[in-house]
């Protein structure tokens, strides 16, 4: 009877036995530099167990399992623990959302922990710990070319990441890109990166050139760069070695900034400024070349007016030429061949412009006059050209001249005015039809009732479609898309124009299948919704990869078989989106 009861109250206490699963954290309030650990605990071996998706943090380590198991007085215990280590990216309020497990069927879920991030705090030392701090022993330094150029000069800004020999570096992540706001910029291309030897703070340091950007400063004032930061993973030595007598690594992370920097930007002097200045900073030559100057009837000619040399080549105007009434001009086609480096823009631009003369003789193309701001002797020059002749040696000859020389030539006096003829016929119809009762009148008659259904369903229809706002929404989002690809198969050849098509058919392609609008176009939200809506992750990293290039590779030097890549690429992965989701 006893070993009855004892049995019975055993699994009586199994039944009131309560699945706790819950959240831990080593703290509810931490600096940005600080680390957060994060136990997620449960007293039952639960399946399937999901974490949640850590917003406003990195992990950095983890997720490490832990599971214990007892008896104790024949009571028997389990424990299992996710640990996970996290660092925040941002200041603020930031949630830990909930992490879930399923049991018998059932799923549990943790309740969400708010966390308050603060700014970096110093943290303490342990007196033990003689290990190397990467605190001073790693820098992030802008060096700028120059603090106050004028309007349109360019200067180069170059991010150097310093460090010392007794550290090293396995990793480093963008947090906050710099942003140039009212600058041309153009970054130039690190196609790898080499540490170099270097002097900084009077000690040898080794360092990186991380990133080379040429600026062109659009207004006077002081134009602030805003910083560039980074999170670094480090190696650190310790006074720690192993069973080898090597000495026991260190891993750790330091955010680092190359700080805010302040351009104080001169106007261009008024003195002396051309009335036909159009912004030109540098040292140019120009010249106007027409292809031919004697030509014959239906015959046409290229003029083409260029600009050569060193300075803000993309950021004039070319003058245009004035040709007389006789020669017919077309719209110009704009070329460019510039290069970009440290030094800034140099190459060549020009228009040139089809000319087509309509009537025999001599014509003068006027000259025509460039001016820009020399940097060097910090005065404004201007380039003047010849003038051209064309002469074109046969053809119809212009009257309009004629004509304005004798204007009384074919006015028509009074007496030789038309007169009446006669005022009255006595013509009649050869047959009669009678309209009423005829096959048209039957026809305008009944042709009312017949349409009147036809306006209806018509109606009713038009009325489903206006009343269906998402379904529109998706059809012109997905007109916008094949448009805007086409658009960019036209620009091949013209790398600005087509970048700007691609990146607009890719949005316009989200916004008709995913059902959303530009402002919820982030990153990890379109990544989320193409990844829920069954799409493999190769293809949506792909895609997410291409739009950011498309911004980049506007200003970025290009091949046209690199475009033509793109294009294809941009294709292909279109496809591929559309069949998965």
Known sequence: MKRHLILLLLSFQGLLAQVQFEAKVSK??????????????????????????????????GPMQQVSQSWVNGRSSFEKVYTYYLLPNQKGSLVIKQATIEY???????????????????????????????????????????????????????????????????????????????????????????????????????????????????????LEIEPLSLDIDVQLPTNRRNMFGQMVLKEDSKRVSAGAKTIAVRALPEAGKPADFSGAVGNFDFKVTPSKTNLKNGESLDLVVSVSGKGNMKLFNLPKPVVPNALEMYDAVH???????????????????????????????????FSYFDLGSGTYKTLSS???????????????????????????????????????????????????????????????????????????????????IVGNRIKMNNKLAKKYLSEAK???????????ALEKAMHNFLKAKLHIETSEMSKDNIKE????????????????????????????????????????????????LEKQI
Not at 33 to 59: A, H, K, T
Not at 420 to 444: C, M, Q, R, W
């Open 28 to 61: 509810t309030t931490l600096g940005l530099n600080e680390r957060l650990q994060v136990d997620f605990f449960m007293n039952i071996d639960g399946d399937n167990f999901n974490e949640p998706s850590f917003d406003g943090f990195r992990v950095v380590g």
């Open 104 to 222: 018998n069927g059932r799923v549990y879920k943790t309740s969400p922990i708010k966390i308050n991030v603060t700014a970096a705090v110093e943290l303490p030392k342990d007196p033990n710990d003689i290990s190397i701090s990467a605190d001073n022993n790693i820098y992030l330094v802008a060096d700028i070319s120059k603090t106050n150029p004028y309007i349109n000069e360019p200067i180069t800004v170059v991010y150097k990441l310093y460090f010392s020999y007794n550290i090293g570096i396995t990793n480093w992540r963008e947090l906050n890109k710099p942003k140039y706001n009212d600058f041309w910029s153009q970054n130039i291309d690190i196609k790898k990166l080499v540490a170099e030897e270097g002097m900084f703070k009077g000690e040898k340091y080794r360092y990186v050139v991380l990133r080379k950007t040429v600026l062109y400063p659009q207004k006077s004032g002081k």
């Open 335 to 369: 070329n460019e061949q510039v290069n970009t480096s440290l030094a800034g823009m140099s190459g060549k631009i020009s228009d040139s412009y089809t000319i087509i003369p309509q009537y025999k003789g001599n014509y003068p193309i006027k000259p025509m006059q």
């Open 386 to 468: 010849a003038e051209i002749m064309i002469n074109v040696l046969d053809g119809p000859t212009d009257t309009r001249a004629v004509a304005s020389a004798n204007p009384d030539k074919n006015k028509i006096t009074s007496n030789e005015q038309f007169k009446f003829i006669k005022l009255k016929t006595d013509l009649v119809p050869v047959a009669e039809n009678d309209f009423f009762g005829s096959n048209l009148y039957l026809g305008l008659l009944f042709a009312p009732f017949l349409i009147l259904p036809l306006i209806v369903l018509f109606k009713n229809k038009k009325e489903a479609i206006d009343g269906d």
């Open 490 to 500: 036209k620009q091949i050849n013209n790398k600005e124009p087509f970048y700007v």
């Open 529 to 576: 919704l193409l990844l829920n809506r069954n799409a493999k992750p190769e293809a949506v990293n792909d895609f997410i990869a291409l739009t950011e290039n498309c911004e980049v590779a506007r200003y970025a030097p290009s091949s046209t078989a690199t475009i033509q890549q793109d294009f294809d690429k941009a294709v292909l992965i279109i496809s591929e």
